[in-house]
């Protein structure tokens, strides 16, 4: 895959084929997408045929766009209710073999919700879930990038501590990574809007976690107030967060390499997604 120093975008519609991905990413000028490699609310889906990997590879190769992936959302590793735990590790490592076939670097999930057993009971069973994704998957060279939540209800992620001790506990931690989310750390109750907060939460980061292990940004301002634990996404300096957190990423040397992609409301023009990319753009040197 070629590479160049930036690579932004947004989440991309699988609609009409997989392959169907790139040329609609490509059209409204995405330097990096993300997509689901199936249905996010199922728990499995059809094989891919050769002929839809193949169309898929040869539009990315030809292309200079970063694609990675995001796992569905029924999967919760951290879950009390063993089928379902079952149902998630199947779910995973499904999803992470269709991703692989895409040649993907990395695969972005969610931790998982404990269900009010706590939270090491909830850490403990992610790890032993990731431990067994990994055992079926021994060759694989996608990753799973842990993604940071809002901390809403029993939902583990909210804290950087959270990733970290999946990380230092899994059996194959180069397996992994990181992927942050603006909007979780703000609900979370990360001051990212205010420079010190800012600064301060990425010191956190690099002193708890390390940067090495960051993969992708999701660029999401918050509808909801600092510290609020529910997760509602907005356009990009019209939400709680503000425009200077954006400004301040986006003049980051840490993160001049580091793929961007936006979660915020669209259309299926995807009119909002070039807007917010636009004012992305217009902030570098500010």
């Given amino acids: 895959m070629k590479t160049t120093s930036r690579r932004i975008g947004a989440h991309t519609s699988t609609a009409g084929g997989v392959a169907a991905s790139i040329p609609r990413a490509l059209q409204v000028g995405f330097t990096a997408a993300q997509i689901f490699v199936k249905s996010n609310q ?34 919760n590793l951290a879950g009390s209710k063993p089928e379902n ?9 499904h999803e992470l073999l269709r991703a692989e076939a895409l040649q993907l670097p990395f695969l972005v999930m969610h931790p998982g919700s404990h269900g009010d057993d706590g939270e090491e009971i909830g850490l403990q069973r992610i790890v032993e879930g990731i431990n067994e994704v990994v055992k079926r998957t021994p060759h694989v060279q996608t990753r799973l990038a842990l993604e940071n939540t809002a901390a ?28 942050l989310d603006t909007a979780h750390l703000f609900e979370a109750g990360f001051p990212i809007h205010e420079k010190t907060g800012y600064d301060l939460t990425f010191k956190q980061f690099e002193k708890i976690i390390g940067l090495e292990w960051l993969l992708a940004f999701h660029v999401n301002d918050s509808k909801t107030p600092l510290g609020s634990r529910v997760d509602r996404h907005d356009h990009l300096g019209k939400g709680k967060i503000g425009p ?11 993160w001049a390499s580091i793929p961007m992609v936006l979660e915020t409301p ?12 636009a004012f992305l753009y217009s902030l570098i040197g500010k």
Wanted: charged letters at 30%; glycine letters at 6%; one cysteine or more.
């Fill in 244 to 254: 200077d957190c954006f400004r301040w990423l986006m003049n980051d040397s840490r």
């Fill in 42 to 75: 199922q728990w499995s889906a059809t094989p891919f045929k050769p002929e839809e990997i193949q169309s898929f590879l040869k539009a990315r190769d030809q292309s200079d766009l970063f694609v990675f992936g995001h796992a569905g959302y029924l999967i």
């Fill in 266 to 277: 669209k259309n299926e023009e995807m009119k909002e997604d070039i807007e917010n990319i």
């Fill in 152 to 179: 809403s209800g029993f939902h583990l992620g909210g804290k950087f501590e959270h990733l970290k001790w999946i990380i230092d506990h899994v059996e194959r931690p180069e397996r992994l990574g990181v992927c």
């Fill in 85 to 93: 735990i079952e149902k998630s590790i199947n779910s995973l490592e």
